[in-house]
Every structure is written in structure tokens, then in C-alpha cells.
């Protein structure tokens, strides 16, 4: 199945907007695109490479189910 949103089908990593962690965009989908960490919704994620592009400081390839806060505080 793929989500609507095309980005979200080529980015390997996606992030989740409720609980912060990243997991692979392939376990999200094989999840019914609820996050494989919380159960948020097919729209709480966001494509790796939009939280890269808020925190520079971030790694290019995240570690699975670590948490990433959008704000660094
Ligand atoms: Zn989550």
C-alpha cells in the first residue's frame, strides 16, 4: 500500500510527529502506516529529510526507534 503523500514512499527513514522517534519507512508501511512505536496515525509522519533539514546537527541516517526531538531545547 502506499501513503498518498509520494515523498513519504521514497524517503528509507520517517519520523513520527507524536512520540519523536524514527523508524524505517518500510515498517511504517508494513504497519498500516501507523508508527510502529506509538499506533499515531498515517499522517503523524514525516519524511526523514524535512527534521534534517530543522536540526542540521542531526545524522543523514538515523538510528531505528531512537528518539529525535523536533526542537532541540
Ligand atoms: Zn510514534
Not at 542540521?56 to 531545547?73: H, K, N, S, T
Request: glycine share 6%.
Amino acid at each position: 500500500m502506499e501513503h498518498p503523500d509520494l515523498d513519504l514512499n521514497l524517503a528509507e527513514f520517517s519520523w513520527c510527529l507524536y512520540c519523536e522517534c524514527v523508524h524505517k519507512t518500510t515498517s511504517w508501511q508494513a504497519n498500516g502506516w501507523e508508527c510502529p512505536g506509538c499506533g499515531a496515525g498515517c499522517f503523524d509522519l514525516r519524511p526523514w529529510e524535512e527534521i534534517l533539514a530543522l536540526v542540521q546537527d542531526y545524522p543523514e541516517r538515523p538510528e531505528e526507534g531512537q528518539q529525535y526531538l523536533q526542537y532541540v531545547r
